[in-house]
Nanobody, 115 residues
Framework: QVQLVESGGGLVQSGGSLRLSCAASGSIFSIYAMGWYRQAPGKQRELVAL???????NVADAVKGRFTISRDNAKNTVFLQMNSLKPQNTAVYYC?????????WGQGTLVTVSS
């Protein structure tokens, strides 16, 4: 089985920064893409950022210039550096990965941005 374990969420003031991490473990033969989605209260889950094994990225317009996604392929880990956070960024952030040609989700980590 494949597990995605997230860390780094928490409470931060508006304008602050947080760094999320997600490590994949288990029977892993290949990881194509890793990244993050988020779901705010009362809203649908949405893409935040994705990065492929080759380093190509897809970042949502709403966070471009403030959030940076990176990846350590050797450690099967993806990071999301979030700067200049806003109250509207409050959500549960879910790690996502395509591992062994299947989609996997983490449990989610709550990010709360206070005004």
């Amino acid at each position: 089985q494949v597990q995605l374990v997230e860390s780094g969420g928490g409470l931060v003031q508006s304008g602050g920064s947080l760094r999320l991490s997600c490590a994949a473990s288990g029977s892993i033969f290949s990881i194509y893409a890793m990244g993050w989605y988020r779901q705010a209260p009362g809203k649908q889950r949405e893409l935040v950022a994705l990065i492929t094994s080759g380093g190509s990225t897809n970042v949502a317009d709403a966070v471009k210039g403030r959030f940076t996604i990176s990846r350590d392929n050797a450690k099967n880990t993806v990071f999301l550096q979030m700067n200049s956070l806003k109250p509207q960024n409050t959500a549960v952030y879910y790690c996502y990965a395509v591992v062994n040609y299947s989609r996997h989700w983490g449990q989610g980590t709550l990010v709360t941005v206070s005004s």
